[in-house]
């Protein structure tokens, strides 16, 4: 090859590989930031530090459960604090018990904040559960139990709040008795219960393991409903604020495997999001998949990974954020970190925007779960990590998002790169032909 030809397959090559790396440098930058880490005030081993977290109004609210184990002594916590990760508050229950739960979920309303302790006693009935309404200095209000309390019912595993209301999820075990279906609970600020809610076919399905609110609707995941004869394949609800049944959702994805549709939801105001952990996304199995709806139950369109991975818990937490759709990826691999966990943000329609690593691709436990946001601030848990030599301490870390709805997609983005890249080559390779032949002459 003579020297020319040489010197212009390099600028090719080199133009092919810097571009797409100075592109993608770009756009992670004016993607989102990383605002910091967040970690308990008294980290130890198997304190789960980030099971629940909820943020509003430029604060945060983390959940310190601790190990379920009654051996391992440890009182839940909820933690108030600030973006920047100082401490403001710490919130306890009433009646410390170890092993109780206390923390295991949260939602924070105008001016309340609700805290799930799934494994409370009520009635001498164990694991019955309860949840308590603390005001926004973190003031001990009032405590909720279930107005039928049953043991192993988990009342209070799941929350979800909106201005003067919250939902509390009470799936009852996953024993197979015909009379434990789950329920749903709509209460206002002040305790008062104002709708029950209840699975439509009255079987088994862990219904309200996961809920959702927002100011129009409520939705209630139900991951091990039975749908035909599949058992686990999983169901949603949406409902209005008067507890109206809207739609009932079933998996868009074929097959009769356990899939635990239902798994995750969140829903907006007019669109509504349901995970399916353990969908198949192409041909990973159990990679993950979610869904975008309408409230009255039509499809919008499905999400996967960008880079699918078995077992990846795609959709294992999914948030409606303003104008995003946040999808965690605890299991997922993105850059450096592989298998260490993402989160992939989507606008309203499903178009896949970008994905967050951890921070500076260190090893995470379980990164992308749980979720939350407010505006375009993003927190998500890392529950499964060490801290000091301490596992399964658990610690959260802060995005904000910079990207605006109007954007296009990054699949878009990029396609809209190849053109000028595959001209450039194109250009150079011409050229390069024209000066062989010229020397051949």
């Avoid at 609970?185 to 309200?208: A, C, F, I």
């Amino acid at each position: 090859m003579s020297r020319p030809l040489l010197r212009l397959s390099l600028i090719a090559l080199t133009f092919i590989i810097t571009s797409t790396g100075i592109y993608a440098g770009a756009a992670e930058d004016r993607s989102f930031d990383y605002l910091g880490e967040i970690r308990s005030p008294q980290p130890g081993s198997y304190r789960l530090f980030g099971t629940a977290i909820s943020i509003w109004g430029g604060r945060i609210a983390i959940g310190e459960p601790g190990s379920p184990d009654p051996a391992h002594n440890h009182t839940g916590r909820v933690y108030i604090m600030g973006l920047a990760g100082d401490h403001v508050a710490t919130l306890q229950p009433p009646q410390q018990a170890p092993g109780s739960n206390f923390g295991i979920s949260m939602a924070a309303g105008d001016g309340f904040i609700v805290v799930g302790e799934s494994n409370a006693e009520a009635d001498g009935e164990a694991n019955a559960g309860a949840v308590h309404i603390f005001d926004a200095e973190g003031t001990h209000v009032a405590t909720l139990r279930s107005p039928d309390p049953y043991g192993n019912a988990s009342f209070g595993v799941s929350l979800a709040a909106h201005g003067g209301l919250f939902v509390v999820g009470e799936p009852g075990p996953y024993a197979r008795d015909g009379d434990v279906t789950g329920r749903a609970y709509l209460y206002d600020s002040e305790g008062r219960l104002l709708h029950t809610l209840e699975q439509p076919q009255r079987r088994l399905g862990n219904y309200g393991l996961d809920v959702g609110i927002s100011a129009t609707a409520i939705i209630v995941g139900e991951p091990h409903a039975v749908v035909g004869h599949d058992a686990g394949k999983g169901r949603a609800h949406i409902y209005d604020l008067d507890g109206s049944l809207l739609a009932s959702l079933e998996s868009p994805s074929p097959g009769h495997e356990i899939t635990n549709f239902g798994w995750a939801v969140d829903v907006g105001d007019d669109t509504a999001v349901v995970g399916e952990v353990l969908g198949d996304a192409g041909n990973k199995p159990m990679a993950g998949l979610a869904y975008i709806y309408s409230l009255d139950g039509r499809l919008i369109r499905r999400m996967q990974s960008p880079t699918p991975s078995a077992a990846g818990a795609f959709g294992n937490d999914v948030a409606i954020c303003g104008a995003f759709i946040a999808v965690g990826e605890p299991r997922g691999a993105a850059g450096d970190s592989p298998g260490f966990g993402c989160v992939h943000i989507f606008n309203l329609t499903g178009g896949h925007l970008l994905t967050i690593p951890p921070p500076q691709g260190e090893e995470t436990g379980y990164f992308g779960f749980p979720l939350d946001a407010e505006g375009d601030t993003l927190a998500t848990g890392d529950l499964l990590s060490g801290e000091g030599g301490e596992a399964y301490a658990g610690r959260v870390y802060a995005h904000r998002i910079n990207l605006t709805p109007a954007e296009e997609a990054e699949a878009a983005q990029t396609e809209t790169l190849n053109p000028y890249v595959a001209g450039f080559v194109a250009v150079i390779a011409a050229l390069a032909l024209w000066l062989a032949r010229t020397r051949r002459r």
